[in-house]
């Protein structure tokens, strides 16, 4: 993505994260109603991404579009959307996109990190079954196929999956926008695997940890995180001793090495 939608996109989810932590699966089907609409005009896209109209009269517009017709939780989403500049047409909706999975993703985090995990899996799968038959690709593929036809085709592949993989599921083999449905579930389980990150703790240690310290360990982020974390250890004897941690953007840094170079910047100023 170029600068402007990056930034416009990381705004949103960040004045939107209660928001979209709170929301269920009916406000991502509605994003993705919603998304379908854009898609459907060049006209509209063109209308609510025009830099030359003020931000209030794009969410103005949004509002007649969209309001009465979606929750208030959705309009909220697609008027603080179409407030922000965005370098092309297209990137509001995927812009739309990303917030529809992001709230499908928050469903199944409710679970914990074994919900996301198994979310991951059950479109992995799905990708990799579609992947490896011609025939199931041209079915879903095929442009006379009615989307009933295409969604019980991939019902039929991933008997397993939860309202949440399901719903991905139908968006992917219904409306991959431009993309082939194995390749628009790719780009969910991307989406994914980055929330995990939120899950994941990066342990750096300058020797490997003994199992009853390790779960100790373990038992104390869990407590200081607030969630039930996933350790990933790391080997760096360059730390000298002491432990670093980090979850996503947070760092919790007691090595040795760490407090040596704050030591000497202390000296040197």
Known sequence: MAAVTTESLASVQKELASTLAQADLEVARELFAALDVLDSSAGLRR????????????A???????GGKVTSTTAEVLTALVSRRW????????AVEVLAVAVVVVQAEREGLAGLEKLETVLLDFRRTVSSSHEVQRALTDPQA?????????AALSPSASAEARLLIDRAVTSPRGLRPAQLVER?????????????ALVTVAKELDPSYMERLRASLDRYFGRELKLDVVVDPAVVGGIRVQVGDEVVDSTVATKLNDLDRRLAS
């Open 47 to 58: 209308s609510l991404t025009d830099p030359s109209r003020e931000a209030q009269d794009r």
């Open 60 to 66: 103005a517009m949004a509002r007649s579009l969209f």
């Open 87 to 94: 370098s092309k047409e297209r990137d509001l909706g995927d």
């Open 146 to 154: 009615k989307p009933e036809a295409k969604q019980k085709l991939g």
């Open 188 to 200: 969910f389980t991307e989406q994914i695997a980055a929330r995990q990150q939120r899950w994941i």
